[in-house]
C-alpha cells in the first residue's frame, strides 16, 4: 500500500481538508504543536492536495474525531465524483504523514500513537496494516499492546 500512498493524485479540497484536520489531531493528541511540527504538516497538506491550507485556519476548527472523519468522508464518496479515494488510501496517507509529522519533534508520544490508531481503525485500517505502513518508526506502537 506504501506504493500507492506515493503515487496518489492530489487530493480535492473535500478530502485533503479532512486529512490535514486528521493529522493535526492526532499531532495535537501528545500536546501542543510546536513549530517544526507546523511547518512540516504544511509540507504535507501541500504535497498531498497540491495547494496549501493554512495552518492557522486549520486550527480554528472544532478537533475532528475519527468517527467524524470516516462519517463525512463517507457522505463526501460519490460514484460520479472524479477524485473519490478510498478510506483505507486515506488512512495510509495518515498514518504515514503523521507519523512524519510528530517526528519532527524528535519522537511520537504515546497518545499520538493511540489517537493515530483510531483514525486508521475508523477509516478500515486494521492495526497489523497501521505496523506495516509504520515499520520504520513502529518503536512506539509496542505501547499500543497493552489494555
Do not use: W
Amino acid at each position: 500500500m506504501r506504493g500507492a500512498v506515493a503515487k496518489r493524485h492530489p487530493l480535492d479540497v473535500g478530502v485533503a481538508h479532512l486529512y490535514a484536520r486528521a493529522v493535526l489531531a492526532i499531532v495535537r493528541a501528545g500536546e501542543e504543536l510546536g513549530l517544526e511540527e507546523g511547518l512540516r504538516l504544511q509540507e504535507r497538506v501541500e504535497t498531498r492536495a497540491g495547494f496549501s491550507l493554512p495552518l492557522d485556519d486549520l486550527l480554528l476548527f472544532e478537533p475532528l474525531s475519527p468517527g467524524e472523519l470516516a462519517a463525512q468522508l463517507r457522505n463526501s464518496a460519490s460514484p460520479f465524483r472524479g477524485n473519490t479515494i478510498h478510506p483505507g488510501e486515506l488512512a495510509a496517507m495518515i498514518v504515514v504523514d503523521s507519523i512524519s509529522v510528530v517526528l519532527a519533534k524528535g519522537y511520537v508520544a504515546e497518545a499520538e500513537a493511540r489517537e493515530l490508531v483510531r483514525f486508521a481503525t475508523a477509516l478500515g485500517c486494521p492495526i497489523d496494516e497501521v505496523r506495516k505502513l509504520s515499520a520504520e518508526t513502529a518503536p512506539f506502537l509496542s505501547a499500543l499492546d497493552g489494555p
